[in-house]
């Protein structure tokens, strides 16, 4: 479309402002700036949103993969390397909820201040500004749109009377070209025709008489239009320019390339990817658990009584299998961690068996003598007590359980020293679970 203005191209039949009533488009242009307020708001509550559910996501993401590369087989500066993919998501989390926060706590909330300001509501409906813009538009119209009513009264007085005139002339006409003609009916046709010729001329008069007085009337009328119709012009003016500014200030809250913070985070990723080193990394694995490993490679050794003491307390004190974490929170949050699982079948076939020189004469599988290693192990006691879960659990094994804060299920089996007990849910599912996340109902 063009942005040329051409007078000439102008439709004087078209419906144009001075036409009477016409004012009311910029009337409706000040209710229709109280409702782009109101969009505006709306959008900028929208996008809101979707920083704060990006920057959630993100913190998931980022705390999830996080765990999975922990307890992954990776390892050395390429773990760091990987993990600093998480550090990332965090810190960029971080500053998408900094725009929600900008967008809601300034944007949103300077716009909703500067309509309030702007835009005063009626008890009776509507906004004052509104009821102001048609009571000037009406007054300045009311002269003229009165004037204009009275000649158009007139316009059809001497059109009707054109056309009275034009069929008691085509009367007349048809009159005298009839053989029979009466000279007394032809004579009532003739005056016919003279009194509305007379009519005519009168009216005629009267409506160029009120053509010209609202000629005279016009300037004063545009004039008038002209001031109340700026008066809302600059109204109007006002809300663009701050629509702009506005804008401008989102524009500044919505682009993180211009924050120092956001260029320092991927400055931060760049170098501690590129700090990843092959070499480094095989060396450390060939150190703790390849041919760098020490060994106390076995010696001769000469029987004695002490050394036989010593070996005998060696087979019975077995070294620890892992460590147990229990109870552990992270700072600043509620969020309790589970304890680690160990399988002691798992490191059993690690194990090496210390014999002692010393000939027990007994069974060689029990220090005693006695007893067949082979059997099972008594069976615990049995136990079954009701209990409530305290948060969330999501089992990451399939033989943990899965439950939600405020579930009740049964606990089956008393703590192990890893901090795990067996339970059983509503459904009849069998399982592990924290022992710290739950608590026994009263």
């Given at each position: 479309?063009?942005?040329?203005?051409?007078?000439?191209?102008?439709?004087?039949?078209?419906?144009?402002?001075w036409?009477?009533?016409?004012?009311?488009?910029?009337?409706?242009?000040?209710d229709?700036?109280?409702?782009?307020?109101?969009?505006?708001?709306?959008?900028?509550?929208?996008?809101?949103?979707?920083?704060?559910?990006?920057?959630?996501?993100?913190?998931?993401?980022?705390?999830?993969?996080?765990?999975?590369?922990?307890?992954?087989?990776?390892y050395?500066?390429?773990?760091?390397?990987?993990?600093?993919?998480?550090?990332?998501?965090?810190?960029?989390?971080?500053?998408?909820?900094?725009?929600?926060?900008?967008?809601?706590?300034?944007?949103?909330?300077?716009?909703?201040?500067?309509?309030?300001?702007?835009?005063?509501?009626?008890?009776?409906?509507?906004?004052?500004?509104?009821?102001?813009?048609?009571?000037?538009?009406?007054?300045?119209?009311?002269?003229?749109?009165?004037?204009?009513?009275?000649?158009?009264?007139?316009?059809?007085s001497?059109?009707?009377?054109?056309k009275?005139?034009?069929?008691?002339?085509?009367?007349?006409?048809?009159?005298?070209?009839?053989?029979?003609?009466n000279?007394?009916?032809?004579?009532?046709?003739?005056?016919k025709?003279?009194?509305?010729?007379?009519?005519?001329?009168?009216?005629?008069?009267?409506?160029?008489?009120?053509?010209?007085?609202l000629?005279?009337?016009?300037?004063?009328?545009?004039?008038?239009?002209?001031?109340v119709?700026?008066?809302?012009?600059?109204?109007?003016?006002?809300?663009?320019?701050?629509?702009?500014?506005?804008?401008?200030?989102?524009?500044?809250?919505?682009?993180l390339?211009?924050?120092?913070?956001?260029?320092?985070?991927?400055?931060?990723?760049?170098?501690?990817?590129?700090?990843?080193?092959?070499?480094?990394?095989?060396?450390?694995?060939?150190?703790?658990?390849?041919?760098?490993?020490?060994?106390?490679?076995?010696?001769?050794?000469?029987?004695?009584?002490?050394?036989?003491?010593?070996?005998?307390?060696r087979?019975?004190?077995?070294?620890?299998?892992?460590?147990?974490?229990?109870?552990?929170?992270?700072?600043?949050?509620?969020?309790?961690?589970?304890p680690?699982?160990?399988?002691?079948?798992?490191?059993?076939?690690?194990?090496?068996?210390?014999?002692?020189?010393?000939?027990?004469?007994?069974?060689?599988?029990?220090?005693?003598?006695d007893?067949?290693?082979?059997?099972?192990?008594?069976?615990?006691?049995?136990?079954?007590?009701?209990?409530?879960?305290?948060y969330?659990?999501?089992?990451?094994?399939?033989?943990?359980?899965?439950?939600?804060a405020?579930?009740?299920?049964?606990?089956?089996?008393?703590?192990?020293?890893?901090?795990?007990?067996?339970?059983?849910?509503?459904?009849?599912?069998m399982?592990?679970?924290p022992?710290?996340?739950?608590?026994?109902?009263?």
């Open positions: 479309m063009s942005g040329s203005y051409d007078e000439s191209m102008i439709d004087v039949s078209s419906d144009s402002f036409e009477v009533g016409n004012y009311k488009r910029s009337v409706k242009r000040v229709d700036g109280s409702r782009l307020c109101n969009d505006l708001m709306s959008c900028l509550h929208e996008r809101a949103r979707i920083e704060k559910s990006y920057a959630q996501q993100l913190t998931e993401w980022g705390k999830r993969w996080r765990q999975l590369i922990e307890k992954g087989p990776q050395g500066t390429l773990e760091r390397a990987w993990s600093a993919l998480c550090t990332e998501a965090e810190k960029v989390s971080e500053l998408h909820m900094e725009v929600k926060s900008a967008l809601m706590g300034e944007d949103y909330e300077k716009l909703k201040n500067w309509q309030r300001d702007s835009y005063h509501k009626q008890m009776i409906g509507g906004y004052k500004e509104t009821k102001e813009a048609e009571d000037g538009f009406r007054k300045a119209q009311k002269p003229w749109a009165k004037k204009l009513k009275e000649m158009e009264t007139m316009k059809k001497y059109h009707s009377a054109c009275e005139e034009k069929l008691a002339a085509s009367r007349e006409t048809n009159s005298k070209l009839e053989s029979n003609n000279p007394e009916a032809q004579k009532k046709l003739q005056e025709v003279e009194k509305c010729q007379q009519e005519v001329q009168k009216t005629k008069e009267r409506y160029q008489k009120s053509l010209e007085e000629d005279k009337l016009t300037p004063q009328y545009m004039e008038n239009m002209e001031q119709f700026e008066q809302w012009q600059q109204f109007e003016d006002t809300r663009i320019c701050f629509f702009r500014e506005l804008l401008l200030e989102v524009k500044q809250h919505l682009d390339s211009t924050n120092h913070r956001f260029q320092t985070i991927y400055q931060t990723l760049e170098d501690t990817i590129s700090a990843a080193d092959a070499e480094d990394d095989l060396k450390w694995f060939r150190s703790n658990h390849g041919p760098g490993m020490p060994m106390n490679w076995p010696q001769f050794e000469d029987w004695s009584i002490d050394l036989n003491r010593t070996l005998s307390k087979e019975k004190k077995k070294p620890s299998e892992g460590v147990t974490l229990t109870g552990i929170s992270q700072t600043g949050s509620d969020q309790h961690v589970p680690v699982k160990t399988s002691s079948s798992a490191s059993s076939m690690e194990k090496t068996t210390e014999w002692s020189d010393e000939d027990t004469g007994g069974n060689p599988f029990s220090s005693n003598g007893g067949n290693p082979f059997e099972d192990e008594p069976a615990p006691s049995a136990v079954s007590v009701a209990v409530r879960a305290l969330d659990y999501d089992g990451q094994e399939q033989d943990e359980l899965t439950f939600k405020g579930e009740e299920l049964t606990k089956v089996g008393e703590e192990d020293d890893q901090g795990w007990c067996k339970g059983r849910l509503k459904n009849g599912q399982g592990l679970y022992a710290n996340y739950v608590e026994d109902i009263q």
